[in-house]
């Protein structure tokens, strides 16, 4: 299929010249406003300055000329991106009089992508990338191998410092761009591998037969990976599950294309209770969904009511909601078009309603052929489906009898819950506590104006292995739920929220962890929007006390305490400082556990962030799923990057 969709794509023209350009504005705010083109100039904005340069060999692609794409990580954090595509032209550009390397280079909204007939379909930032990583690096080399010849031009901070040269001769054709970030526009400029391999291997998934190699060259940080899945997104789905047990062997494959739109999807369930959709348009990740995914949703929900009557598994008046269809589904989902509407500057969302028409109908009517002919599938995935809706009635069930015992949906909050003065939700916080006792202490030692404190006591329920319903039942859970007011699961609403900042605060060691990574796993499957809106943090305690005389003193890593030790000494180094380790947060009396955790002025808090849901994911199905092997060897690989631990 990935060689069909290539081939879809040439309907181009295949002489890729300087006409093909097109100028619609200049360069000058780049540098003065680099947030506006490229999101931020923290390390999302630096990794994004690759993203912009892949894109273009991506692009091409697409067109169908190109196999190849290497991405360096050189000593100084110098990238340097390689493929072996037609090659930008060299040739002069009509509207400037200019090279048209040089135009692709120093002038923004010049490409091939906004008309004429470079590219059928691309990505990229509208085909701004060149120009603006050009514009924020200190330096930039670009190299075009074509018609036998070696062609070079150098800039520095986006002026040109040498003109087109040509510097050798060439068998092949193919364009590389080497470029030094600018530390003047960014916070830091060192690049993580992982972060570039994960963005490089969901390319190297969506683009079938495309071969991405990233390489990291810097000392003491060599690695590199080849990427090549001829399966494309079916390989992408079989990533995604491979710590989770499929109920049906083989990826759910449908395509189509309508007009200049293709669409494509893999999907297959797991007996996992979670659902995980990924979406893509021209390559682009869609966090937030669009026509895309609401086609495939719609389509998905009818085929298999409509398959479950026909098949007699489902009644007449029997039908299974679009959320019980989806219960344990992996799915990609990959739409290519023209001219894709992408809503917010950050392209989350996919606005094409032609596209949500043709997802629909391919689904619509691949995927009921699929289940007529592989009829234990059909049966597997309904069964799936009804025992996922008895499930969801029991959960509404128990959600009624909770409003029924709160005086019919009134206030009644938790036993323990120490609740604040405050009603405005984006003035208060709620801290979640580990134990009873740390319990007191933060009750005693907190600001009651706008700090609410819940303890929770014991192991509280992994979610990753039970349902909405369980869930409803269980007593460690269900004081959080009610203390926060903004429900679970598809009705959890972050507008009823009653505190925007819900901070986890447990002992900094193995069981504090446990407790961390089970709340962590609730959030995330029950309540995703609380993490994906920044609302979820991790408190920060102390894990040393040191005391001179009257001068006491805390620290939170072993560096520090070193630190504040030899302080502490001053000029009389024999000085004894006595060193003790907090065993917990309930050791802390009041006072220690303001000034150290709660004191808005002097507390550090960690924000948890989703950056990629795939992967995270993939994190907790391995530390909180049914299977032990994937969990030791997760174990066994990051063990040594474990610190601080207690036996």
């Known amino acids: 299929m990935a060689e069909e969709l290539l081939e879809k794509g040439t309907a181009v023209s295949g ?38 340069i892949v894109d273009n060999s991506i692009d091409e692609a697409l067109a169908g000329y190109c196999s190849r794409i290497t991405v360096t990580i050189g000593e100084g954090d110098i990238i340097t991106v390689t493929d072996n595509g037609r090659g930008i032209p060299v040739d002069i550009q009509a509207q400037t009089g200019k090279p048209a390397l040089e135009v692709v280079f120093t002038i923004l909204h010049a490409g091939g992508k906004f008309g004429g007939g470079g590219y059928k379909v691309s990505g990229g930032l509208h085909g701004v990338g060149a120009s603006v990583v050009n514009a924020l690096s200190e330096w930039l080399t670009v190299q075009v191998h074509k018609d036998g010849k070696i062609h070079e031009m150098k800039f520095e901070r986006g002026h040109v410092t040498q003109p087109i040269t040509v510097v050798g001769q060439t068998d092949r054709t193919g364009t590389s761009v080497t470029f030094k970030p600018d530390p003047l526009m960014f916070d830091d400029t060192v690049y993580d591998y992982e972060t570039l391999h994960t963005r490089l291997q969901e390319q190297a998934f969506l683009n079938g037969g495309l ?34 047990t499929p109920i049906h062997n083989h990826v759910i494959y449908m395509a189509g294309e309508q007009d200049s739109s293709m669409a494509e999807i893999a999907m297959q369930y797991t007996d996992s209770y979670s659902e995980v959709i990924v979406s893509f348009a021209n390559n682009i990740h869609t966090p937030e969904g669009g026509m895309h995914e609401t086609g495939f949703k719609t389509a998905l929900t009818t085929v298999l009511n409509n398959y479950g009557r026909q098949k007699k598994i489902l009644k007449e008046d029997e039908k299974v909601s679009g959320d019980d269809c989806r219960e344990g589904l992996t799915c990609v989902i990959s739409v290519k078009l023209t001219e894709a509407q992408f809503e917010g500057q950050t392209k989350a969302k996919l606005g094409n309603s032609e596209i949500r028409t043709l997802v ?19 049966r597997a995935i309904l069964d799936k489906a009804m025992t996922a809706a008895r499930a969801r009635e029991a959960a509404r069930k128990a959600r009624e009898s909770i409003r029924r015992k709160t005086a019919l949906g009134g206030a009644a909050m938790p036993d323990k819950l120490r609740d604040c003065n405050e009603n405005n939700p984006e003035l208060t916080e709620l801290y979640i506590v580990e134990g009873d006792s740390a319990g007191g202490s933060a009750t005693q030692g907190r600001d009651s104006r706008f700090q609410a404190i819940l303890p929770l006591w014991g192991k509280m329920l992994n979610v990753e292995k039970a349902r ?6 269980n007593d460690k859970l269900l004081p959080v739920i009610t203390a926060l007011g903004a429900g679970i699961g598809d009705e959890f609403d972050p507008t009823k929220l009653r505190y925007h900042k819900v901070i986890i605060m447990a002992d900094a060691d193995v069981d504090g962890a446990h407790i961390r990574t089970l709340l962590l796993t609730f959030f995330f499957r029950f309540m995703r929007p609380l993490i994906e809106q920044g609302y979820v943090y991790a408190a920060v305690p102390p894990l040393y006390k040191l005391t001179r005389g009257k001068t006491t003193r805390v620290a939170f890593s072993d560096e520090e305490r070193d630190r504040v030790s030899a302080e502490m000494r001053g000029d009389n180094p024999n000085a004894k400082v006595d060193i003790s380790r907090f065993k917990g947060l309930g050791e802390m009396n009041p006072e220690e556990l303001w000034e150290t955790t709660m004191d808005p002025a002097r507390r550090t808090l960690k924000r948890i962030e989703l950056d990629d849901a795939v992967k995270a994911d993939a994190v907790f199905t391995v530390l909180m799923g049914e299977k032990v092997e994937p969990r030791k060897e997760f174990i066994e690989r990051n063990a040594k990057y474990a610190v601080n631990l207690d036996y």
């Open 211 to 244: 071969n991405i190699t990233i390489e990291d060259r810097r000392s003491g940080k060599e690695q590199r990976e080849e990427m090549c899945y001829e399966g494309g997104i079916r390989s992408f789905v079989e990533y995604i599950n491979e710590n989770k």
């Open 468 to 473: 909405a319903d369980k869930v409803y039942g």
């Open 360 to 378: 629909n109908n391919v689904v619509a009517e691949k995927l009921a052929i699929f289940l007529e002919e592989n009829p234990g599938v059909g």
């Open 15 to 52: 002489d890729y010249g300087a006409s093909e350009i097109q100028v619609l504005e200049g360069l000058e705010a780049v540098r003065k406003r680099p947030g506006m083109y490229i999101g931020s100039t923290s390390t999302s904005g630096l990794h994004h300055l690759v993203y912009e």
